[in-house]
């Protein structure tokens, strides 16, 4: 039966080493915060991209009822044999018809406000995959110097991950 031999050799201290890897970490949850923050974003796009299809589809539904009731209107004018026995028919179509017009004028405004919250939707999740990029890029840079014991890995990440950090920043305040 062979022994066993267990090593402890002492590796030199590095404490600029300790705080690249408590730098390190840090970087690390600014940029699991800002990844979090960039798949809400882009979700709340799609939700307010989605509300806004919605309500173009209403407002085409409203714009339809308006062009039929005006149809049915000329329609039933032009063969009513005795127009005043028609007239108060008529006096209802053309009410729903500026009804369904008013309705849909509504429905326009409401459809071009979801439209404009998807787009800065889309430009916070903009801010936010670039942050997260650079954070990415600052955290792998950064990382080098355990490999290479260049302290220019640190200095690259360092700016790297300030860039991620401001765009993140920027991104939440918008």
Not at 56 to 78: F, M, Q
Request: net charge negative; hydrophobic share 45%; no cysteine.
């Amino acid at each position: 039966m062979s022994e066993l031999e267990i090593h402890t050799e002492h590796h030199p201290l590095d404490p600029f080493g300790h705080r690249v890897a408590i730098f390190v970490g840090i970087i690390g949850v600014v940029l699991s915060v800002v990844t979090i923050l960039a798949h809400r974003e882009h979700t709340a796009a799609v939700v307010h991209k989605t509300e806004a299809n919605d309500q173009w589809n209403l407002y085409e539904a409203k714009k339809i009822k308006k062009d039929n009731e005006e149809i049915a209107a000329t329609l039933l004018t032009s063969l009513a044999s005795d127009p005043a026995k028609v007239a108060a028919q008529i006096d209802k179509i053309h009410a729903d018809a500026a009804r369904y017009g008013k309705d849909s004028d509504t429905v326009k405004d409401e459809a071009q406000k979801r439209e404009a919250e998807s787009l800065h939707s889309e430009a916070r999740a903009l801010r936010f995959d670039l942050a997260e990029g650079f954070l990415e890029l600052g955290l792998v840079m950064s990382s080098l110097y355990f490999l290479a014991q260049r302290r220019f890995f640190v200095g690259l990440g360092g700016a790297a991950a300030l860039i991620g950090t401001v765009l993140g920043v920027v991104g939440l305040l918008t």
